[in-house]
């Protein structure tokens, strides 16, 4: 499967070439965790903020288009990604990821 991660930090994490986004193809193992096919690397624990996604805003890809679904998610050592799936058909895969479980509300 196809997805487009990007780095608010600059450094997509996993990865042992330093870069800000990348286009890969990606799997999930077992436990959640985002495995990376092409390119090759660290497979990565990220936790969803939601399963619901949010249209592209300003702050996201340049070249993405006005209203791509854009699902925000969060590594382990608290580094925030965006990831986007390109092919409508595969939004399922987000059910595979964990998802952070909604703040209480006072």
């Known amino acids: 499967m196809e997805i487009v991660v990007w780095a608010r930090s600059g450094k997509v994490p996993g990865l042992a070439r330093q870069k800000k986004w990348v286009k890969a193809k990606v799997s999930a193992d077992e436990s959640g965790r985002l495995v990376w096919v092409k390119p090759a690397g660290?497979?990565?624990?990220?936790?969803?903020?939601?399963?619901?996604?949010?249209?592209?805003?300003?702050t996201d890809l340049f070249f993405l288009d006005p209203g791509t679904p854009v699902w925000e998610a969060v590594t382990a050592d608290g580094?925030?990604?965006?990831?986007?799936?390109?092919?409508?058909?595969?939004?399922?895969?987000?059910?595979?990821?964990?998802?952070?479980?909604?703040?209480?509300q006072p």
Do not use: C, D
Not at 49 to 57: A, I, K, L, M
Not at 90 to 104: N, Y
């Open 42 to 58: 660290e497979p990565l624990a990220l936790t969803l903020r939601s399963r619901e996604s949010r249209p592209r805003n300003k």
């Open 79 to 104: 580094q925030e990604l965006g990831i986007v799936i390109p092919q409508a058909r595969e939004h399922a895969f987000v059910e595979q990821l964990p998802v952070a479980e909604p703040a209480p």
